[in-house]
């Protein structure tokens, strides 16, 4: 699949790593792009993107790990966002720990564009990542999940 992630922090980098070992395409984006080049740099599979609305662009599927509710929103909705990219029909997983009334006006947003969004908070912490271990607990339309 291609496949987008964005925030390659601390468990985002090995989620993504793990997505380009089991054979995806990625397109990547971190406000840290010294991250995306090393992680480039480990892999074949994997662009780096100057947008999220780039990342969006590239993929069927884009994972957010980002640190709130706040950048999540304005990954997806803000200027040069993630929804200036989709065509519609796509799927955004946020995995990130976020506030719950974020989750669903981001949700609002993208649904505006035919994009559905499943709020995937993920436990596990920096070695679950690692490890391919990390517990996913999800919220979304059914269809979507």
Do not use: N, Y
């Amino acid at each position: 699949m291609k496949l987008g992630f964005i925030g390659l922090g601390v468990m985002g980098t090995p989620m993504a790593s793990h997505l380009v070992r089991a054979g995806h395409t990625l397109t990547v984006l971190d406000i840290d792009r010294a991250k995306a080049e090393r992680l480039a740099a480990e892999h074949s599979g994997i662009t780096i993107a100057a947008t999220p609305r780039d990342v969006a662009a590239a993929a069927e599927i884009v994972v957010t790990m980002l640190p709130s509710g706040e950048f999540v929103r304005d990954v997806a909705l803000g200027e040069s966002g993630l929804i200036e990219g989709f065509k519609g029909g796509e799927l955004v997983i946020d995995t990130s720990s976020c506030e719950p009334w974020l989750t669903i006006e981001t949700a609002k947003g993208l649904s505006a564009k035919g994009v559905q969004m499943v709020d995937s908070a993920t436990s596990g912490a920096e070695f679950g990542a690692k490890a391919a271990t990390l517990v996913f607990m999800l919220g979304g339309e059914p269809a979507a999940i």
